[in-house]
C-alpha cells in the first residue's frame, strides 16, 4: 500500500507537470499574438492589424493534450492536397496517428510536404490539418491545423490541440492554404486553440 508521502509526492509531480504544459501553451499563445501584431510577420491585412489585440483561444485544458502512437506509412503515394486557390500543395501520408481523446478512440493522417523536405531546417517537420464538431460554431468553418515535428526516436508523438491554429486564408484571402483531407474530420469536439477568427 502506497504511503502518504508517497501519494503526495506523485501528486505534487503531476501538479507541476501539468503547470509546466500550461506555461508552454500561454507561451505559444503570446508568440502568436506577437506575430499578428508585427507587420513583417502578420497575415492580417493592414486595416485589420491596426486594430488587433489578441487572438481569441479556447481556454487552455490539458484534456487536449495527446499522447498518439504513430503507424508509420513509408509507402504512401505522394498526391496532392486541395488548397483555397487551386494552388498545387504536394505532400505524402507520414503516419496514421491513434489516441484517445477525452475518452473516445481516435486516428488522424500526418502529412509531409514535399516542398519543406527540401529546405534546410524543416526535413522532419510534420504538418497535421483537421476538421471538427466545433468548424462554424466556434472555431473556423474550414478547419485547423497542428504544426508537429517527427519524434526523436520510438513511435509516439504529442499531439497539442491547445496550440491548434487557423490558416492564414481565414484572414486574408491573399493566401494559398491546404484543405483538410475527409479523412482528416473529427467527429467530436475540439475545444482548444484559436477560435474563429471575430468579424470573419
Known amino acids: 500500500m502506497m504511503s502518504k508521502v508517497l501519494l503526495l509526492l506523485l501528486s505534487l509531480a503531476a501538479s507541476f507537470a501539468l503547470r509546466a504544459q500550461e506555461q508552454t501553451a500561454l507561451e505559444w499563445q503570446k508568440e502568436m499574438n506577437s506575430e499578428f501584431a508585427d507587420s513583417l510577420t502578420s497575415p492580417l491585412t ?20 495527446v499522447r498518439a502512437f504513430l503507424q508509420l506509412t513509408p509507402d504512401s503515394t505522394p498526391f496532392i492536397m486541395a488548397t483555397t486557390t487551386g494552388r498545387k500543395a504536394h505532400y505524402r501520408q507520414y503516419a496514421w496517428a491513434h489516441f484517445s481523446l477525452k475518452g ?54 504529442v499531439i497539442d490541440f ?39
Open 46 to 65: 493592414e486595416a485589420d492589424r491596426a486594430i488587433f489585440d489578441g487572438l481569441p483561444f479556447y481556454p487552455i485544458d490539458s484534456s487536449y493534450r
Open 104 to 157: 473516445d478512440s481516435l486516428k488522424l493522417p500526418i502529412y509531409q510536404s514535399l516542398r519543406l523536405l527540401k529546405k534546410v531546417g524543416y526535413a522532419d517537420y510534420l504538418f497535421l490539418p483537421f476538421t471538427d464538431a466545433t468548424n462554424g460554431v466556434g472555431s473556423y468553418g474550414g478547419g485547423r491545423y497542428v504544426s508537429l515535428r517527427m519524434p526523436e526516436e520510438g513511435s509516439k508523438l
Open 162 to 200: 491547445n496550440k491548434a491554429y487557423n490558416p492564414y486564408c481565414a484572414y486574408n484571402e491573399r493566401y494559398s492554404c491546404p484543405i483538410p483531407p475527409k479523412a482528416n474530420h473529427l467527429k467530436v469536439a475540439v475545444e482548444a486553440g484559436v477560435k474563429a477568427p471575430v468579424n470573419h
